[in-house]
C-alpha cells in the first residue's frame, strides 16, 4: 500500500474527482431533460436521444474548458515555481499536466461520438416519425425543432448551425487526435504542430453550435400543463388533432408558448479561453526578444550544440525551452531541454540530428562544413521559455537518481553542472549548503561515439570530487546497449586492468548490455534505508513504466523509504 500512496494515489485522486465530476454532469442534465415539464414535447419528439444528446453535451462543456488549462504552460511553471509553499505533490502533480491534457481529450472523443450518435437518432425523428407515433402530430408546431415534417435529414444537417459547425468539429478533431498518436507525433512533428491549430476552428465552431437555438422548452407550463393537456390530443381527425374530451378548457384556450435554451458552451470556455490567450500573447512577446547564437559545436553521433545569450533570460538547472529558426519553419516550434546551468552566462541545448527538421536546421548552421561561418551568417532564432519540469525538484532530495536514455540524458546534463557550480564555483555561496548528498547517474547508451559530450562533464565532476575528498558524492553507470565490435571487445579486454575506462577515459568502468534494475534499486534501498529518494528519468516510455514499477516495489513506507518517481514531459 505503501508504493501506492506514494507514486500513484494523489494522481488516481484527481482522476476519480475529475471522473465523478462527468458522470455527475451526465446523470444531472440526463435527469433534466427526462423529467422537467418544459421538456415534455421535445421529449416526445426525440425520445431518449434528446437525454444522451444533452448529457454528453455538459460533458463536453466541461472538457472543452479543462483541456486549455494545463497547456498553459506559464501558469504551470510559475505555481511550481512559487517556493515551498507548494508541496511536492502538488508540483510532482503540475508534471503531470500532458497526460491529464491526452486523457481529456480521449474523453472529448469519447462523449462527441455519443452526442453526434445521439443527434443523428434525433434528425431521423425529426423527419420520418410524425406518421408512426400516434398523437405525435398533436404536438404545438413551436416545439418542433423544424418548422415542418418531412425534410431530408441530411438537408437539415448541413442547413442548421448546429448541423454545420458539428460537422466542422468533429473533422477538426479528427484531424487533431489522429496526428497526435505517438507514431505520428515522432515521425511526422510537423503534421503534429499544424494539425493542432485546428483547435482555433474547434473552439470558434462550438461557440456558434448552439446559437440557432434548436432546441426549445416550454415557458408555460404553469398555465398549460403539457403532460394533461397532450394526452387529450390522442383523437385524431385526419391530420386535425381534436380533444379527446370537451371538459378541458385551458388545453382548448391555451397556447403553449416556446424559447430557445439559449447557448451555454461560450460560458465554460471563455475564462480557459482568455487565459490562453493571455498565454499565447506572453510566448508571442518573449519570442521576438533577440537571441544571439554565440557558439556552434559538433559533437559524435549526430548531435550539435547551441550556445546562446537573451537579455533577461534566467532559468533553473532541468528546464526546457520552444525553439523556432524561421528560416527552417516558420510556425513550428520545437521544446529542448537546457543544457547549460544558471550560473553560466549562456544557455545551450542538446539537438539530435534527425528528421527534416533538425536536418535542416544543422544544415543552416553549417554543421559538416569545412569553412567557419561567422557569427552574423547565423540563422535568426527565438526561444520561448523556460518552462519547469520535474527534474527542478532533484534539489529538494537528499538522495537523487539521474536516469537517462540516449539523448535523454540532456537535462542531467544541466544538473550536474549546477552541482559543479554549487560545490566548486569561484561565485558560489559558502553559507548556502546544498541539501544533496548523494547523487546516482544511470545512462544507458546506444553507442561509443554518443559518450564524449556528457563523458567530458561526467570527469570534471569526477576530478573535482576526488580533489576534495567527496569521491563518494557521485556513483554514475554508463551502459553501452550496442555499437562494440571484436576489435572493441579485444582491447577492453587488453586494458582490463587500467585505472580508466578505455572507452570514455572515467574511472568508472563502462557496463555492456542493460542495467538490471531490480537489483540496483535493492540495493539503493539498502544503502538509504528511511530516506526519500529522487529517481528523476527521461527517455522512452516503455523504461519509464518499468522503472516505475521498480519505484513501487522498493518503496518501505514502514522503513521510512521512499522512491518518489518523476518522468519528463514535453
Known sequence: MGDFLVNDFPRYVVLLIWIKLNVFMFVYFCYIFETEEKWFYLRTILGRGLCLARGSAACLNLNCMLILIPVCRNVISFIRGSGRSVRRTVRRLLD??????????????????????????????????????????CIPPAAQPVESPGPVPINIMWTTWAGFTGHIILIALFLMVTSSIEIIRRSY????????????????????????????GQTNTNVHNPKH????????????????????????????????????????????????????????YRAQQRVVITKVVQHPSKTIELQMQKRGFFAEAGQYIFVQVPEVAALEWHP?????????????????????WTEALAK???????????????????????????????????????????????????ILKSIWYQMFGANRDADVELKLKKVYVYWI????????????????????????????????????????????????????????????????????????WGTIFENMAAAHTGEDIGVFFCGPKVLSGALHQECNRCTDIQRGTRFYYNKENF
Not at 190 to 209: G, N, R
Request: net charge negative.
Open 445 to 516: 547508451c546506444p553507442d561509443t561515439q554518443a559518450f564524449e559530450w556528457f563523458a567530458d562533464l561526467l570527469k570534471t565532476l569526477e576530478d573535482q570530487l576526488i580533489e576534495n575528498g567527496m569521491a563518494d558524492f557521485l556513483d554514475y553507470n554508463i551502459y553501452l546497449t550496442r555499437g562494440w565490435d571484436q576489435n572493441l571487445a579485444k582491447n577492453i579486454m587488453l586494458h582490463e586492468d587500467d585505472s580508466h575506462d578505455v572507452i570514455t577515459g572515467l574511472q568508472q568502468k563502462t557496463h555492456f548490455g542493460r542495467p538490471q
Open 189 to 216: 512533428f510537423e503534421v503534429f504542430w499544424y494539425t493542432h491549430h485546428l483547435f482555433v476552428v474547434f473552439y470558434a465552431c462550438l461557440i456558434i453550435h448552439g446559437f440557432q437555438g434548436l432546441l426549445k
Open 229 to 284: 393537456c397532450y394526452s387529450t390530443y390522442l383523437q385524431k381527425n385526419g391530420t386535425t388533432c381534436v380533444l379527446a374530451t370537451k371538459d378541458d378548457i385551458n388545453c382548448q384556450l391555451q397556447t403553449a408558448e416556446f424559447a430557445a435554451g439559449g447557448a451555454q458552451t461560450w460560458k465554460w470556455v471563455v475564462g480557459p479561453l482568455a487565459l490562453y490567450l493571455l498565454e499565447r500573447l506572453l510566448r508571442f
Open 96 to 137: 503531470k499536466n500532458i497526460t491529464f491534457h491526452k486523457i481529456i481529450a480521449w474523453s472529448i472523443v469519447f462523449h462527441s461520438a455519443i452526442h453526434t450518435g445521439s443527434h443523428f437518432w434525433n434528425f431521423e425523428r425529426i423527419c420520418y416519425i410524425w406518421d408512426d407515433i400516434p398523437g405525435m402530430r
Open 364 to 414: 543552416r548552421l553549417g554543421v559538416g562544413n569545412e569553412e567557419f561561418q561567422q557569427s552574423y551568417d547565423l540563422p535568426k532564432i527565438n526561444v520561448d521559455g523556460p518552462f519547469g519540469t520535474a527534474s527542478e525538484d532533484i534539489f529538494r532530495f537528499r538522495i537523487g537518481v539521474c536516469i537517462g536514455a540516449g539523448i535523454g540524458v540532456t537535462p542531467f546534463a544541466s
Open 336 to 356: 529542448f531541454t537546457l543544457t547549460s546551468s544558471p550560473e553560466e552566462k549562456y544557455f545551450s541545448i542538446h539537438i539530435r540530428v534527425v528528421g527534416d
